[in-house]
């Protein structure tokens, strides 16, 4: 390791996927001596993938297959990991963070990294506390719990206790009671019939995952779910729960009171209502917030150069100058690992630059829609972009022109009984958005003519036949090499097929040579289908 004489003193607040990757990405600057690096996380365990924790939670996957680091090699590297302990104030005008162990770390900059947690909604029966005046508890264990735990046979999914609470009840055949349909709502109902408990999962409106589908491709998808042997209650808005008391005396969850009086019994009460960014830290140190802590394009904070911040809790929107507006900004955080993966690349390649006195040619890559899988056995859904035209729209043409002038050209086919729905909806024959439920191949082709910006076909049905019985995996472009496979870490089939040169023939080789399939896990089959290619490929005569 060189020495520099005076190393800049780094501290990241949160040990979350994005962190770590974060970390990863600044060892070669640690090991140069160029900075310092103080990692400071409120879990004990190290950083693992929290996507794929509805995988562990209905034990689809083990504990160490959520491993996304190797703390082992960040440490021989010189940095300083401080689990099991919180932040509880950052000291702007000393330039340190002070921890629930009452040490200070002093920092040159601070990076924020502290992800999310889940929303607890407005239920007779649940404490819900406003946490963003709320300084964090001494205790780090209690970070997201401290005033406000949940009753018992009551939960959220966001790390690995609450996993092994939904475990234990998948294990036992229990009865599930999801409140909220969103992706990782549906997702953990749908493994959790298939591993052989009862999912039932409760919504206020007419279809589940209405932020990202339509109303044609939710009811597939309704329908498709309820096939898989999960429960689908929509309209009904909940409002109180009802207990039991167990043997000790301690109330238990016994059904979740809807609006219109039903009332819908279960063993356990999964509550998937969205998450919020932690904010308390940033805002309690007068640091600018909105959805998330607001940062400008170089994820610098709009009220302090020396703290960023990165992932599920940034907020990235231009800071304002003299005289604009000081209406709150729009947008917020993506809610996604791939955009924070990329932000933590970002800034890792930054600091890099500036620190060791280089040039580089650094921009944030601007936002792109995100393409919207949900992981479930025998369920495709992908969705991108606008979705909200519908062909029958009255005065279709003149309200999708917009400032381009060009009308908005809907395409849309369903077979609910197969349970398969595709819309598309194009301007100038360029896909601005798509639905696809139930045709994992179309959706492929979809995404690839997406990510291009390339015309479709004047005739729109041709799509339709990628997932035919008379399908040929070279009429399509679903083994170009420009073709992305994997969206949480940008890997093309290209990348896959140099890696399977190499000598990487399984998934878990591709993801160890690439990260491909280690982010959300929705592209594991699609880098399956390029391994295949390739060795049938290899064993073709020249």
């Not at 409140?179 to 959790?192: D, Q, R, S, T, W």
């Amino acid at each position: 390791m060189s020495e520099h004489r005076n190393p800049e003193h780094i501290v990241l607040v949160g040990y979350g996927p994005v962190g770590a990757r974060f970390v990863d990405e600044l060892l070669p600057l640690v090991r140069q001596g160029a900075a310092t690096l103080t990692v400071v996380g409120a879990e004990s365990a190290d950083a693992y993938n929290r996507v794929l924790i509805a995988e562990y939670a209905v034990g689809n996957a083990d504990r160490e297959s959520l491993d996304i680091t190797d703390p082992l090699a960040a440490r021989e590297a010189g940095v300083h990991l401080r689990l099991g302990l919180s932040v509880t104030a950052i000291l702007r005008s000393r330039r340190a963070v002070s921890l629930s162990d009452g040490t200070l770390l002093r920092y040159d900059r601070l990076v924020l990294a502290t992800g999310a947690r889940a929303n607890v909604p407005t239920l007779d029966g649940v404490t819900r506390v406003r946490r963003d005046r709320q300084a964090p508890p001494a205790d780090a264990a209690t970070l997201d719990t401290s005033g406000a735990p949940l009753p018992r046979g009551v939960t959220v999914l966001r790390d690995l206790d609450d996993a092994r609470r939904v475990l234990a009840a998948v294990t036992a055949g229990a009865r599930i009671v999801v409140l909220g349909a969103g992706v990782l709502g549906m997702e953990i109902a749908l493994a959790a019939a298939t591993a052989g408990a009862q999912a039932c999962v409760v919504y206020h409106g007419e279809i589940p995952m209405a932020r990202n589908l339509d109303r044609g491709g939710g009811s597939v998808l309704a329908q498709s779910a309820r096939r898989a042997g999960v429960t689908m209650v929509n309209h009904s808005r909940a409002e109180s729960l009802l207990f039991h008391q167990d043997d000790d005396g301690v109330d238990r969850f016994d059904a979740l009171i809807c609006a219109d009086g039903k009332q819908i019994h279960g063993d356990l009460l999964l509550l998937s209502c969205g998450v919020g960014a932690r904010t308390e830290l940033a805002q309690l140190a007068a640091l600018p917030v909105s959805t998330g802590i607001l940062v400008d394009e170089n994820l610098q904070s709009w009220g302090d150069p020396q703290v960023y911040a990165i992932g599920d809790c940034a907020h990235v929107a231009p800071a304002p100058r003299a005289g604009d507006s000081t209406a709150r900004p729009t947008g917020g955080p993506s809610g996604l690992i791939g955009p924070g993966w990329r932000q933590a690349d970002w800034l890792a390649a930054r600091f890099t630059a500036e620190l060791l006195n280089r040039e580089a040619a650094l921009s944030l890559a601007a936002a792109t829609p995100a393409v919207v899988m949900l992981k479930a056995e025998g369920v495709d859904v992908v969705s991108v972009g606008n979705t909200a035209a519908d062909p029958w729209d009255a005065g279709l043409d003149e309200h999708a022109a917009g400032c381009s002038g060009a009308p908005v050209r809907v395409a849309q086919w369903a077979d609910p009984e197969a349970g398969r729905y595709v819309k598309m909806v194009t301007r100038h024959g360029i896909l601005e958005g798509f639905v696809c439920v139930g045709m994992p191949r179309t959706a492929a082709e979809l995404t690839l003519l997406f990510e291009r910006g390339s015309e479709l076909p004047a005739d729109r049905s041709v799509l339709l036949r990628y997932d035919g019985p008379d399908y040929e995996p070279s009429a399509g472009s679903a083994f170009a090499l420009d073709a992305t496979i994997c969206w949480c870490n940008g890997v093309t089939v290209g990348a896959i097929t140099e890696a399977a040169e190499a000598g990487n023939a399984t998934v878990a080789c591709i993801g160890a040579a690439t990260r491909a399939g280690t982010g959300c896990g929705g592209c594991t089959t699609r880098i399956g289908d390029v391994l295949e290619h390739f060795r049938a490929a290899e064993s073709t005569p020249g």
